[in-house]
C-alpha cells in the first residue's frame, strides 16, 4: 500500500522556500525532504493541482518542479500512484545497516557505537555474584526465562515505574537486540509490514527486515531542541498502512534523543488500538535522563499489548549482555516456543550480576548520568567550536548528538573521517529506506577529552569533504590517555 502525503503536511515541512525561482526553490526544498528521509522513499506526493494550493504558487511551477526531481532522480511516476518519492542511485543508498562494534587500529576513535564502558560498580557486583553463584551449582543451569530473582528484581522496576509487572511476564533474554529479533520471531511472518521511526536505530531495521517484514519508515521529527517528538506522521501512517508491529524508541530515542510525552503516548497507544498494533517499544535508554526531568509513564501503561524491551547494556554494561522483555500474560506461550527455537536462556552468573546492579541501582545510575552529561556538553562545545556550521540539539537524556550537516555529505564524510582516525556510522545507517546523508550521529559515550579530540579531527575531515582548505594543522592524530 502506497503512502500518501497530504499537501498540507508537505507545506508545513517544506516551510519558506526560495522563490527566485519559485520552481527551483520549490524541486530543493522537496529534494532535502526526501535525502533527509523525512518524506519517505516510496511515499507518494501530492498531486500537482493539491501542491499548487497548498504552497500558493502556480501550477505551472509545481509541474516544473516535479519535472526536475524526476530528471534528476527524486521522483519516479507510477501508474496509479501518482508521483513516488525516490533516491537516485547512489545517493543516501540504503546501507548495511548492521552496527558492528570492532577492533580498531591504534590511535583511532571509534564513534560507531553508542556504548559506554562499564560503570564503576559492575566490578564488584561480579564479585558479588560469585560467592552467589554455588547455591546454583547443584542444577542443571538452564533458566529458559531467566533466574527468578532476577525476574523479580526487574520486574520491581516497572512496578517502581507505575507499571504493575508479575515476575513471570518478564523473559530474560541476551540484549536488547535479542529481544526485538525473539519478539520478531514470535509475531511476524514474511511480507508483514512492519512500521519503524526515520531515524532508527540501525540493527532494529536489520533485526525486521531479515524477518521478511516489509518495512515502512516514518519521519518522527524532534522539536528544535530534541526534546520530545512529532507524532502527528506517526499516527496518520499507522492509520494508513495498518502495520502489524510498530518498533519504537519513546524514552529517548537512538539517535535524535527525543523523548515522547504522555499525551502523545496517549495518542499513539489510541493509533496502534485502533489498527490493531503490537508496539515493539525499545527501552534501552530509559534509565538515562541527564536533566533531572521527570518521566513520563512507561509505554506499555498506555498500550496493555505493547512488548517492552529493556537491557543492562547502556545504564551498566554491554558485555554482560543481558535484557528482557515485558509481556502481555497472553503472549507468554508464544514466546516461549519463539525463544526456544532460538537459545535456551541467559548465563547464571551475568544475571546474578544484574541482581546486584539493580539493587543499587539509584547510586550507580547517578554516577553513570553525571559522566554522561560531562560528555555530552563537552561534545557540544567542541561541536559548537570545531564545527559552528552543524547544528545539533542538546538532548535531555540518552547517549547520542544527531548533527544536521548543511550539505547532504554524511557518507562522503566518513571515509575522510577515517583518514583523520575516526571510525563513523553515517546518517543513511539510521534510515530504513534510505535518506538521511545530511546528518551524522555522535555518540558520547567516551570521555569528554576523547570526544573532544575526536569531534577536531571531525572538523578537519568535514573541511577535507567539502574542499575546504582551511584545515587544522594536526599532523599524525595522537589521543591522550
Ligand atoms: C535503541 C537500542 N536498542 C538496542 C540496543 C542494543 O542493546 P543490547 O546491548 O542490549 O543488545 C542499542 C544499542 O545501542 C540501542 O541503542
Given at each position: 500500500?502506497t503512502?500518501?502525503l497530504?499537501a498540507?503536511?508537505i507545506?508545513?515541512?517544506?516551510?519558506?522556500?526560495?522563490?527566485?525561482?519559485?520552481?527551483?526553490?520549490?524541486?530543493?526544498g522537496?529534494r532535502?525532504?526526501?535525502?533527509d528521509?523525512?518524506?519517505?522513499?516510496?511515499?507518494?506526493?501530492?498531486?500537482?493541482?493539491e501542491?499548487?494550493e497548498?504552497?500558493?504558487?502556480?501550477?505551472?511551477?509545481?509541474?516544473?518542479?516535479?519535472?526536475?526531481?524526476?530528471?534528476?532522480?527524486?521522483?519516479?511516476?507510477?501508474?496509479?500512484?501518482?508521483?513516488?518519492?525516490?533516491?537516485?542511485?547512489?545517493?543516501?543508498?540504503?546501507?548495511?545497516h548492521?552496527?558492528h562494534?570492532?577492533?580498531?587500529?591504534e590511535?583511532?576513535?571509534?564513534?560507531t557505537?553508542a556504548a559506554?564502558?562499564?560503570g564503576?560498580?559492575?566490578?564488584?557486583?561480579y564479585?558479588?555474584?560469585?560467592?552467589?553463584?554455588?547455591?546454583?551449582?547443584?542444577?542443571?543451569?538452564?533458566?529458559?526465562c531467566?533466574?527468578?530473582?532476577?525476574?523479580e528484581?526487574?520486574?520491581?522496576?516497572?512496578?517502581a515505574?507505575g507499571?504493575?509487572t508479575?515476575?513471570?511476564?518478564i523473559?530474560?533474554?541476551?540484549?536488547?537486540?535479542?529481544?526485538?529479533?525473539?519478539?520478531?520471531?514470535?509475531?511476524l511472518?514474511?511480507?508483514?509490514?512492519a512500521?519503524?521511526?526515520s531515524p532508527?536505530?540501525?540493527?532494529?531495521i536489520?533485526?525486521?527486515?531479515?524477518?521478511?517484514?516489509?518495512?515502512?519508515?516514518?519521519?518522527v521529527?524532534?522539536?528544535?531542541?530534541?526534546r520530545?517528538p512529532?507524532?502527528d506522521?506517526?499516527?496518520?501512517?499507522?492509520?494508513?498502512?495498518?502495520p502489524r508491529?510498530?518498533?519504537l524508541i519513546?524514552?529517548f530515542?537512538?539517535?535524535t534523543?527525543?523523548?515522547?510525552t504522555?499525551?502523545?503516548?496517549?495518542?499513539v497507544?489510541?493509533a496502534?488500538?485502533r489498527t490493531?498494533t503490537?508496539?515493539?517499544?525499545?527501552e534501552?535508554?530509559v534509565?538515562l535522563?541527564?536533566?533531572?526531568?521527570?518521566?513520563?509513564?512507561?509505554?506499555?501503561?498506555y498500550s496493555?499489548?505493547?512488548?517492552s524491551v529493556?537491557s543492562?547494556s547502556?545504564?551498566?554494561?554491554?558485555?554482560?549482555?543481558?535484557g528482557?522483555?515485558r509481556?502481555?500474560?497472553?503472549?507468554l506461550?508464544?514466546f516461549?516456543?519463539?525463544?526456544?527455537?532460538?537459545d535456551?536462556?541467559?548465563?547464571v552468573?551475568?544475571?546474578?550480576?544484574?541482581?546486584?546492579?539493580?539493587?543499587?541501582?539509584?547510586?550507580l545510575?547517578e554516577?553513570?548520568r553525571?559522566?554522561?552529561?560531562?560528555s555530552?556538553?563537552?561534545?557540544?562545545?567542541?561541536?559548537?567550536?570545531?564545527?559552528?556550521?552543524?547544528?545539533?540539539?542538546?538532548?535531555?537524556?540518552?547517549?547520542?548528538?544527531w548533527?544536521?550537516?548543511p550539505?547532504?555529505?554524511?557518507?562522503?564524510l566518513?571515509?575522510?573521517?577515517v583518514?583523520?582516525?575516526?571510525?563513523?556510522?553515517?546518517?543513511?545507517?539510521?534510515?530504513?529506506?534510505g535518506?538521511?546523508d545530511?546528518?551524522?550521529?555522535?555518540?558520547?559515550?567516551?570521555?569528554?577529552?576523547v570526544?573532544t579530540?575526536?569531534?577536531?579531527?571531525?572538523?578537519?575531515?568535514?573541511?577535507?569533504?567539502?574542499?575546504?582548505?582551511?584545515?587544522?594543522?594536526s599532523?599524525?592524530p595522537?589521543?591522550?590517555?
Amino acid at each position: 500500500m502506497t503512502r500518501v502525503l497530504a499537501a498540507s503536511r508537505i507545506a508545513t515541512l517544506l516551510g519558506s522556500f526560495d522563490r527566485d525561482p519559485a520552481y527551483k526553490g520549490l524541486a530543493e526544498g522537496l529534494r532535502v525532504l526526501i535525502t533527509d528521509g523525512r518524506v519517505p522513499v516510496g511515499a507518494r506526493l501530492p498531486s500537482e493541482r493539491e501542491l499548487t494550493e497548498a504552497v500558493a504558487v502556480s501550477r505551472t511551477t509545481v509541474t516544473r518542479a516535479y519535472a526536475e526531481l524526476r530528471d534528476h532522480g527524486f521522483l519516479v511516476s507510477r501508474q496509479g500512484s501518482g508521483s513516488v518519492a525516490s533516491l537516485p542511485a547512489n545517493r543516501g543508498h540504503l546501507v548495511d545497516h548492521v552496527l558492528h562494534p570492532g577492533t580498531l587500529d591504534e590511535g583511532q576513535i571509534d564513534l560507531t557505537v553508542a556504548a559506554p564502558a562499564p560503570g564503576p560498580g559492575v566490578l564488584a557486583a561480579y564479585e558479588r555474584a560469585t560467592e552467589q553463584l554455588p547455591a546454583y551449582l547443584a542444577g542443571s543451569g538452564y533458566f529458559p526465562c531467566g533466574l527468578r530473582v532476577f525476574r523479580e528484581a526487574v520486574a520491581a522496576t516497572y512496578d517502581a515505574r507505575g507499571l504493575p509487572t508479575d515476575p513471570e511476564q518478564i523473559m530474560v533474554v541476551p540484549g536488547a537486540q535479542a529481544g526485538v529479533a525473539i519478539t520478531a520471531r514470535a509475531l511476524l511472518s514474511i511480507g508483514d509490514r512492519a512500521l519503524v521511526e526515520s531515524p532508527t536505530y540501525p540493527n532494529a531495521i536489520a533485526t525486521l527486515t531479515h524477518s521478511g517484514a516489509r518495512l515502512v519508515g516514518v519521519d518522527v521529527p524532534p522539536d528544535a531542541a530534541a526534546r520530545t517528538p512529532d507524532v502527528d506522521g506517526l499516527v496518520t501512517t499507522l492509520g494508513q498502512v495498518a502495520p502489524r508491529v510498530a518498533y519504537l524508541i519513546p524514552d529517548f530515542h537512538n539517535p535524535t534523543g527525543a523523548l515522547m510525552t504522555d499525551e502523545h503516548r496517549v495518542q499513539v497507544a489510541r493509533a496502534l488500538k485502533r489498527t490493531r498494533t503490537t508496539a515493539i517499544v525499545d527501552e534501552s535508554m530509559v534509565a538515562l535522563a541527564l536533566d533531572g526531568q521527570q518521566m513520563p509513564a512507561p509505554f506499555a501503561s498506555y498500550s496493555p499489548t505493547a512488548i517492552s524491551v529493556g537491557s543492562l547494556s547502556k545504564p551498566f554494561w554491554g558485555g554482560l549482555r543481558l535484557g528482557w522483555l515485558r509481556l502481555p500474560h497472553d503472549r507468554l506461550d508464544a514466546f516461549f516456543r519463539a525463544r526456544l527455537s532460538l537459545d535456551l536462556g541467559c548465563p547464571v552468573l551475568e544475571q546474578l550480576v544484574g541482581v546486584n546492579l539493580l539493587e543499587d541501582s539509584e547510586h550507580l545510575l547517578e554516577h553513570r548520568r553525571a559522566q554522561l552529561r560531562t560528555s555530552r556538553d563537552g561534545a557540544l562545545r567542541a561541536v559548537a567550536t570545531h564545527l559552528p556550521e552543524w547544528q545539533v540539539a542538546r538532548p535531555s537524556g540518552g547517549l547520542n548528538l544527531w548533527c544536521e550537516l548543511p550539505r547532504a555529505l554524511s557518507s562522503a564524510l566518513v571515509p575522510h573521517a577515517v583518514g583523520h582516525g575516526v571510525r563513523l556510522a553515517p546518517g543513511p545507517a539510521f534510515a530504513p529506506e534510505g535518506g538521511l546523508d545530511r546528518f551524522v550521529r555522535i555518540p558520547y559515550t567516551q570521555p569528554h577529552h576523547v570526544l573532544t579530540e575526536a569531534i577536531a579531527r571531525l572538523a578537519d575531515a568535514w573541511r577535507e569533504a567539502i574542499g575546504d582548505p582551511g584545515q587544522r594543522q594536526s599532523g599524525t592524530p595522537t589521543l591522550v590517555a
